[in-house]
């Protein structure tokens, strides 16, 4: 059974960098086609994708983000982490991981964890 | 503002059905498959529909989805109370290999 789980501060001031840890289980993230996905969403609005790490290390970013964003991947402790720098009060949002599946023409999003609710705030 | 637009809200009646405009592009839902998520309040999102009309195991038939050219839908039929939740469309954007979301449709049950 798939699980995915967010971890991290509930508060952030503004200027400082947010650390978010994605643990994971029921699936191993060096498998060819799997994927780690962070997703956002703010209060009352839409989900913005933000990053991507896959089975081969491969990364990529949501362009209009991608300065302020890093995403790595601890495999023996099935962790993804997420960091974005330099938090503002519109980066305030529920911020989710989810993985990713790549297979063939396949790109979905098959699992979610709970998300994890920032807010950035002096 | 995303380049897939729904409407902002829908509603139907018990027993009935209703459906969900999703509107984009040749260069996205055009030539993309497209996916569906619901998201129950104060949820996380669920996959609902992959690869434009197929449900993972455990989605009830009653939802179901079609393409044609740059628009999809959602089509729910004996809308349910439980229902009730905000659906968001999404392809795939080649050009970040990222997903991209329309702006979510709320849907109420009456």
């Known amino acids: 059974q798939v699980s995915l789980r967010e971890s991290g501060p509930a508060v952030v001031k503004p200027r400082q960098t947010l650390t978010l840890t994605c643990t994971f289980s029921?699936?191993?993230?060096?498998?060819?086609?799997?994927?780690v996905s962070w997703i956002r969403q703010p209060p009352g609005k839409a989900l913005e994708w933000l990053a991507r790490?896959?089975?081969?290390?491969?990364?990529f970013y949501n362009t209009s983000l991608k300065t302020r964003l890093a995403i790595s991947r601890d495999t023996s402790r099935n962790q993804v982490v997420l960091t974005m720098t330099d938090m503002d009060p519109v980066d305030t949002a529920t911020y989710f991981c989810?993985?990713?599946?790549?297979?063939?023409?396949?790109?979905?999003?098959?699992?979610w964890g709970q998300g994890a609710r920032v807010t950035v705030f002096s | 503002q995303s380049v897939l637009t729904q409407p902002p809200s829908a509603s139907g009646t018990p027993g009935l059905r209703v459906t969900i405009s999703c509107s984009g592009s040749t260069a996205n839902i055009g030539s993309k498959y497209v996916y569906w998520y619901q998201q129950l309040p104060g949820a996380a999102p669920q996959l609902l529909i992959y690869r434009d009309s197929l449900r993972p195991p455990g989605v009830p038939d009653r939802f179901s989805g079609s393409k044609s050219g740059p628009s999809a839908s959602l089509a729910i039929s004996g809308l349910r109370s439980e229902d009730e939740a905000d659906y968001y469309c999404?392809?795939?954007?080649?050009?970040?290999?990222?997903?991209?979301f329309g702006g979510g449709t709320k849907l109420t049950v009456l």
């Open positions: 989810a993985r990713t599946l790549m297979v063939a023409t396949s790109k979905m999003l098959d699992s």
């Open positions: 790490i896959d089975w081969d290390d491969n990364k």
């Open positions: 029921g699936f191993s993230l060096t498998a060819r086609g799997m994927c």
């Open positions: 999404s392809t795939w954007d080649d050009s970040v290999s990222g997903p991209v």
